[in-house]
């Protein structure tokens, strides 16, 4: 599956975003979704995941009650709400998916192209 995010740019502190990801070229619900990020000079790490018709969610500590993950399998799209940002929310996020709901937030096959998420203080 082919994956193409978008919606990241410059927000001050307290501020929301909403990033996109189209996906295309296989069963949209076949498949598991999430958010990854890597901050400057880290590893990229989990955010967020969302099963396969979108019935449960699951996030990373650090943006639990801040973010907010849903998808649309009419559209082939998933979508990362992200409210209250904080400086440390900044990062390159990554679309992600896989057909397992385990490997999905581990280590998951499918990766699309970076979108950067600045947040001022």
């Known amino acids: 599956v082919q994956l193409q995010a978008c919606g990241g740019g410059l927000v001050q502190a307290g501020g929301s975003l909403r990033l996109s990801c189209a996906a295309s070229?296989?069963?949209?619900?076949?498949?598991?979704m999430g958010w990854f990020r890597q901050h400057p000079g880290k590893e990229r790490e989990f955010v967020a995941a969302v099963s396969w018709r979108g019935g449960s969610t699951y996030y990373a500590d650090s943006v639990k009650g801040r973010f907010t993950i849903s998808r649309d399998n009419a559209k082939d799209m998933v979508y990362l709400q992200m409210n209250s940002l904080k400086p440390e929310d900044t990062a390159v996020y990554y679309c992600?998916?896989?057909?397992?709901?385990?490997?999905?937030?581990?280590?998951?096959?499918?990766w699309g192209q970076g979108t950067l998420v600045t947040v001022s203080s």
């Open positions: 070229g296989r069963t949209f619900s076949e498949y598991v």
């Open positions: 992600v998916g896989d057909r397992d709901w385990t490997i999905a937030r581990t280590s998951p096959e499918y």
